[in-house]
């Protein structure tokens, strides 16, 4: 069981989990995409989402996060976010 709380500000908490094993596309000499399936639970209930990330690893190898993006996880926007990418 998730516990949750509000804020200073009385703004419901989130709490974000991975669903599963992200997965990583590495490109250029540092950086890397992240690409994850994840969920959002509040006392409202839950959202389902991808994610996908803009990386990079330090020099001790730890990842660092630079920006995202995140969209419902719905069939339908799956597919024209996939038709729109393999026009380009």
Request: charged fraction near 35%; charge should be neutral.
């Amino acid at each position: 069981m998730t516990e949750l709380n509000e804020d200073e500000a009385g703004r419901q908490r989130v709490k974000f989990e991975t669903i599963g094993e992200p997965l990583k596309i590495p490109f250029g000499k540092n950086n890397f995409l992240e690409i994850a399936k994840k969920k959002a639970i509040t006392d409202e209930g839950v959202n389902e989402f991808i994610s996908i990330s803009r990386g990079y690893y330090l020099q001790d190898k730890t990842e660092r996060f630079k920006k995202s993006v995140s969209f419902p996880n719905e069939p339908e926007i799956k597919k024209q976010l996939m038709e729109k990418i393999e026009s380009f």
